[in-house]
């Protein structure tokens, strides 16, 4: 780990402020992915910016029936939340199904949508990796590629998205609300945060240089059932190979989002509107333009049962 010099904010703007005086500072809040980054010199932040002093841990109701959740909400007090399991139970059971318990206490709401991919070779510093290193190549692509991307991807990058969050985050239409460091503040749709690789994998949100989150915005709940299906190697401590977040209402209508096949949480209007057909119709809809490689084109059929699982469940407990 190279040498850095930190110091912590009191306030949003105090925190943008001073990112802002160093050309290569970075926000710091659970650590839990940066610093094993910089252990491995993957990120070499000059300087990090403590954001646990702002406060933002709070999960509050808004005028329009949601919640709004502070980017400092561990990911154990949003699982544990009674609204949040009650009206939003896609996203506890997606943040139960990550990490492990120790994890889950420092990871935060912010951290863990902007965490960075697990593809082998991104973590290999001395692989090509167009995400770590720009115009060095993508060694996935003729490398070991079981846990990368079937769709989404493109010539320069076939990483996933690793957060089971994100994904349960992208089901139920959350905001993300930030502040720039010129005070500017805006919201992004979920949707819209995470960038697809084109010939820029390294540039992986819509984030401005030192944009900071603030919290993230979850619309009023919609009913239905919920169900989060996490297929991986082992039973815990493990990205998924495929993860399904469902909201199914009783006419069969709903919402489904897919993780671990895609750079970002994949999630189609095209699949969604599918669903009364069943999860056929869904994985055709959702996986049309798949580019999987040969070590991970299981992931097409696997989606599709874990898709007929979810519907399976939705339809025994309607």
């Not at 590629?145 to 493109?154: F, I, M, P, Y």
Request: charged share 20%; net charge positive; glycine share 8%.
């Amino acid at each position: 780990m190279r040498a850095f010099t930190y110091e912590r904010a009191a306030s949003a703007e105090d925190a943008l402020a001073k990112a802002a005086r160093m050309p290569n500072a970075r926000f710091i809040a659970g650590g839990t992915n940066l610093l094993d980054l910089m252990k491995l010199e993957i990120e070499t932040p000059a300087h990090l910016v403590d954001l646990n002093g702002l406060g933002l841990k709070a999960i509050e109701p808004t005028q329009d029936g949601g919640l709004r959740i502070g980017a400092l909400v561990s990911n154990t007090q949003l699982a544990a939340d009674d609204r949040v399991r009650r009206d939003y139970g896609v996203l506890s059971r997606a943040l139960l199904a990550g990490a492990s318990g120790q994890l889950r206490n420092k990871a935060s709401t912010a951290g863990n949508l902007l965490q960075r991919t697990r593809c082998p070779y991104f973590y290999d510093t001395n692989q090509a990796c167009n995400k770590r290193q720009p115009g060095s190549g993508c060694a996935a692509m003729g490398g070991y590629s079981k846990q990368l991307g079937v769709v989404g991807t493109s010539e320069a990058c076939i990483a996933t998205h690793p957060s089971d969050m994100a994904v349960a985050m992208r089901a139920l239409d959350a905001s993300v609300e930030t502040m720039r460091p010129d005070g500017v503040r805006r919201v992004i749709p979920i949707a819209d945060l995470h960038r697809l690789p084109g010939t820029t994998p390294h540039i992986e949100t819509e984030l401005a240089r030192g944009e900071l989150i603030t919290a993230v915005t979850l619309p009023a709940p919609v009913g239905g059932t919920h169900i989060y299906q996490k297929v991986r190697d082992r039973a815990s401590y493990a990205f998924a190979l495929v993860s399904v977040a469902a909201i199914v209402q009783r006419d069969g209508s709903g919402r489904v989002a897919v993780g671990g096949v895609a750079p970002k949480p994949w999630r189609m209007d095209s699949a969604d509107a599918q669903l009364p057909r069943g999860a056929k119709a869904v994985a055709d809809a959702l996986f049309a333009g798949a580019r999987p490689t040969k070590e991970n084109a299981f992931k097409l059929p696997l989606a599709e049962r874990t898709i007929a699982s979810v519907l399976a469940q939705a339809r025994s407990r309607a």
